[in-house]
Structures are given as structure tokens and as C-alpha cells.
């Protein structure tokens, strides 16, 4: 059922890119905006870009997320294999701090399966079934979505928002640097990531500007992609690692990413910064206090090739911007992904609850059409971020120096997930 004449998305990473997918069905046309070029063949469709700078780190998919896009993009996990991504063998359970809720925001049992008909619907912390690079599966991801009927990509940055003259419903974007100085259509999705300045445009408008909550862990990646030697790690065992502890603020991991290489990655919080290169690393495993993982990390690393150069990347912990609560906005609007939610990044979540919200709108679109979309997604959006918020910032709180934020303010404890929007707010009776 198409109900929508031209969706724009602002920005082409994982959140653009799957919320697209769910525009597709729905919009005679969809264009991704994105400052990068994103090319769909030859090397560079599978190589890291300017706007994700955390490409080249470590990028885990929960099973949730690979649910989600399997039902966005049917067959991507077999796409996914043929471009190099490897089956995890083992799939250790990481423990689900409350077991009441583990399977909220997951797809149904019937859903689907990822990929065997036995498996059982994914937690909201399961870990996924593949190791992969980032590069690979947005890679993979954009061949798909830039192949959908009706979508294509332009290179642009978006500079503002266009609108109805009574400045109430967005009608499309300004365009720097691109082809055309702006574009418009009926649906504007802000998936522009950490960067999105849509807060801003939006109270420019006259509207009120979402409250924002926060955790500062100061997290700091190294990693490198290496080749190692035959045999390398201890007879089946597929990765090996070390969280941190309360004597070392560096969780270190060896894990394959396909194409028969494998990522080191340390990874050091409250402002802790791992050495940024091969040697630094390799010293760092070799005096880890905790001897046996030392001691086999280090047989596993001998005579190790690197693949590139070291990726370096940092987070200062999560963010949300509590659209949701607002009871007034543009009509025409919706946000999604990290400019909506951004996850600390060291529990795995961002891409996993951009797909969990790329399915929700491809949804309501689909049983309530287009009409007050931007006053009923965030809701929708808000209630599945919420499980998956708390997951990151109880684990956030137990980091030694960890700061939580109101507004930018720092607080004692944050205000539970769910619990700000009023009492008094009934979900959709704003005029959006
Ligand atoms: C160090 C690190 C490690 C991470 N590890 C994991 C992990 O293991 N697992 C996981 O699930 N997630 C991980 N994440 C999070 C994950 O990368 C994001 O959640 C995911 O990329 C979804 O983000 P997004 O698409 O919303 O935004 P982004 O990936 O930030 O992309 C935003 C896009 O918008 C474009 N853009 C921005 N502004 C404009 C503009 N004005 N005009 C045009 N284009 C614009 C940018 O070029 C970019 O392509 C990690 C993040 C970091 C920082």
C-alpha cells in the first residue's frame, strides 16, 4: 500500500538505510541523503567511510538485529555469508540483567528464525549468529535497500528543513554541496546519527526541543585487523577475550570478522586510552594480569599479520533525545536510530535498535498509514528503546566515574526509561 508520494532520509548509515527499506512498500519514492558517496559496487561498497567513523571498530549484531533486517531484507543473512561474513559456532549466552522482560522489543517466535527453524525468537541482548565488519554489512545492507523499487541515493549534506508556511509540517530539506539546492517531499526522516542537528532545526521552527538524557563513560577503541597464522587459537575456540575488571579498566577482544582475518580490539573506558598501535596493543595483551587469558592471547597473536592499519575511534556514552515526550512538532518529521537513541557502544545495541525501529515504522505505516506518523512513531519508537536504554545505562552506571545527565546536567541517577513521558499525555492527540 503506498501511501506516501517521496520520503527523504538524511543520512545513509545502517539507521537510513534500513528505515528506507521499511519506506519502500510504503512511498512511491525514496531518496537517502547522505554527505558520503555510497557506492554499491567495486571495493569501495565494502570499505569504510568518512561519515562512520567507527567503521573500522569492532561492530557486533545482537540476534535481534539480525531478526529485524532478515524481515526488512529477506535473505540478507545468506548475502551476508557470500560477502565474507563468518557463522558464529558458539553463541555464549550474555546474561539478561532482568530476566521479566528479556524478549521485549524482540520479533514473535513466528517471525522468523535466523536462518534454522528451530531457533526460538532472540532476546533483546542475544548475542547474534555472525562475525562481520561494519563495512561489510552496511555494505551489503545498501546493495539491497539501493536495489528496492523506488529508492535511490544522492551525495548532499542536508543544511535545514523546508516547510509549510504556517512553518507546522516539514515539506523537505536544504541541500549543501550536492546537485540540487534542496528537495521535497511529504516524509522527512532524520537518520543522521549523532550529528543530526534536528533538535536545533526544530526548535528554529518554534517548537519545543526534546529533553536529552545521557550517560559520559568516555569509551576509546584500537583495533586492528589482523591474519593469523594457522592454527592460532586453541582447538575450538573461535575468539578470545577479556572484560575489564576492577584492577583494569580495558575489555580486550580477539574475535574473527570474516574474509580469514581476525579484530584485536582493547577498549578502555573513563577516559582510558588503549595504545593506537599494533605494538602498544600487543604489549598491553602480554601484561594483562589475568595470566591464562594473557598467556593464550598471546599464543594466538604470535606471528600475526596486520590487515591495514589500526582503526581508532571513541564514544562519550549514550544519548537520547526523548522525542517522545514532546507534545508538539512538525508534522512530517520522524527520527530514528542514534539521533533518536545513541548506545554506549560497548554493549552492541545501536544498529541492532535501528533495525528494532526501522521494523516499527515500516509497521505503522502499514496499519495506520501515514497520517499523524510524527506524533505516533516516537511514542512507538520510545517504548522499544526503552528495554534496550536501561540495558546500557544500569551497565553504564557500575563504570568507575560514569557521570548520567539530564539536559546536559549531570545527576545523581537518571529517571527510568519511559517514566517522563506525563501521565497527562495521551499518545496521539498532538496536532502532528
Ligand atoms: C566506536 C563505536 C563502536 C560501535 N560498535 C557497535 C557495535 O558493535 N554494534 C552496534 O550495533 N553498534 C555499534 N556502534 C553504533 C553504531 O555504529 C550506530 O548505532 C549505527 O551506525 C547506526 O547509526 P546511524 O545510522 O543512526 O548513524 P551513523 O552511523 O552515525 O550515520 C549517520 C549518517 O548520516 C550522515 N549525515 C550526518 N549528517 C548529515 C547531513 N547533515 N547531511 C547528509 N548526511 C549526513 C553521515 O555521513 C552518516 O552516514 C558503535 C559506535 C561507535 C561510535
Redesign the pocket.
Known sequence: MTTLEHSIV?????????AAAALAPHSARVTI????PLPVDGPDAFAP???????G??????AL?EARMEELLPGLREELLAAGAVPRAAREADPVPDEATPNEGAPAAADGPLGTDEHDAPGIDEPGTLWLT?PVL?GVVRRRVLALPGVEAVQ????GLLTSDDKRTVTGVQ?RGGEVDELRGDLVVD???????AATWVEGLGFERPRTLGTRVH?A?TSQRLRLREGALPEGTESLGQPATGNSPFTIDLEPCGADEHILSI?GTARHQPPTDLEGLLDMVALLPERETADALDSALEGAEPVGEPSV???AGAHRQLWEETTDGPAGLVH?????A??T??????????AVGAVALRETLAEDGAEGLAARFPRLLGALLDRAWEITTSRDAQIPGAEMLVDGAVVEELPAAGSLVGAGQSTGETLR
Open positions: 538524511m543520512g545513509g548509515s545502517m539507521a537510513g538505510l534500513l541523503i547522505d554527505r558520503d567511510r568518512r561519515g562512520v567513523p567507527q567503521g571498530t569492532v561492530h557486533r549484531l545482537l538485529g561494519r552496511e548532499g549534506a542536508v543544511g541541500l537518520a543522521a546519527g549523532r550529528s543530526s542537528r569509551v577503541y577498549a575511534a571513541k564514544a530514528i536510530g542514534d539521533s533518536a545513541m548506545f557502544p560497548l554493549y552492541g545495541q545501536g544498529m541492532t535498535m535501528a
